[in-house]
C-alpha cells in the first residue's frame, strides 16, 4: 500500500538554523515525491518535486531509494518559511494518478 | 484562470442535516481530487476523478459520503447525514494527467462545522 509519514508535527527553531523536515514513503513501484506548502491564509501549493532536482525558496529535497526518505532541507531557516509543510506521493512518474499525502509539519521559525 | 474554486468557504450545519461541498476545476484539467484535513490525519484523500470517471473512492469514509462530477467543469462532495466528527476542511483540488506538469493545484478549501 502506498503511504507517507512524517514523524514530527511541530519543528520550531530560530532564524538562521538548518532545518530538516522529515519524509519517508512506502511503495512498491517507482514513485514520484513532492513537497506542498501552505502559509497562513493561503492556499496549497507545490514547493518542490523530485523530478526537477531544484532548489526552491532555499529547498532542496533528495530522493533516497534506499532508505525510501525524501526528507526537506534548508541550510538557513527565514522567519517566512513558517507554514504547514506536506510531503507527497504520486503513483506513476508523469502522471499525477494518485496523490497521497502525509499528516503534514509545521515549521515555526523564530526570530 | 482563476484557479480551483470551491464553494462554499464555511459551512456550519446541524448534525443529521445533509451538507454539499462544491469545487470548479481549472479550466482544461482532467483529474480531480477530494481531500478532508484534519489536526490528527492531516490530508486524507477521499476521492479522485479522471475524465469524469471515478478512479479511486477508497477514501471515502463511509456510505453518508458521496461524490458527484457530472461534466469536467464541476464535481460536489455530499454528506448525509452529516455527524459531528465530520467537521474538517476540505480541499478540492485538480491537475492535468500525463502532461509532464502534473502540479495538483488546490482550492481555498470549505471550512465544514457540524454542530
Keep these: 500500500a502506498q503511504r507517507v509519514t512524517q514523524p514530527e508535527k511541530l519543528l520550531s527553531v530560530f532564524k538562521g538554523a538548518p532545518v530538516e523536515l522529515k519524509c519517508n514513503y512506502s511503495y512498491s513501484g517507482s514513485p514520484e515525491l513532492f513537497w506542498y506548502v501552505q502559509y497562513s491564509r493561503q492556499r496549497l501549493q507545490l514547493l518542490l518535486r523530485h523530478i526537477s532536482r531544484e532548489s526552491i525558496k532555499g529547498f532542496t529535497a533528495d530522493l533516497n531509494k534506499g532508505e525510501t526518505s525524501f526528507h526537506l532541507k534548508k541550510p538557513f531557516a527565514q522567519e517566512e518559511d513558517s507554514a504547514m509543510y506536506y510531503c507527497a506521493l504520486s503513483a506513476l512518474p508523469y502522471n499525477t494518478d494518485k496523490l497521497i499525502f502525509g499528516t503534514g509539519t509545521r515549521l515555526q521559525v523564530f526570530p | ?115
Design chain 2, 1 to 115: 484562470d482563476a484557479g480551483v474554486i470551491q464553494s462554499p468557504r464555511h459551512e456550519v450545519t446541524e448534525m443529521g442535516q445533509e451538507v454539499t461541498l462544491r469545487c470548479k476545476p481549472i479550466s482544461g484539467h482532467n483529474s480531480l481530487f477530494w481531500y478532508r484535513q484534519t489536526m490528527m490525519r492531516g490530508l486524507e484523500l477521499l476521492i479522485y476523478f479522471n475524465n469524469n470517471v471515478p478512479i479511486d473512492d477508497s477514501g471515502m469514509p463511509e456510505d453518508r459520503f458521496s461524490a458527484k462530477m457530472p461534466n469536467a467543469s464541476f464535481s460536489t462532495l455530499k454528506i448525509q447525514p452529516s455527524e459531528p466528527r465530520d467537521s474538517a476542511v476540505y480541499f478540492c483540488a485538480s491537475s492535468q494527467k500525463g502532461q509532464g506538469s502534473d502540479e495538483a493545484f488546490f482550492g481555498q478549501g470549505t471550512r465544514l462545522t457540524v454542530v
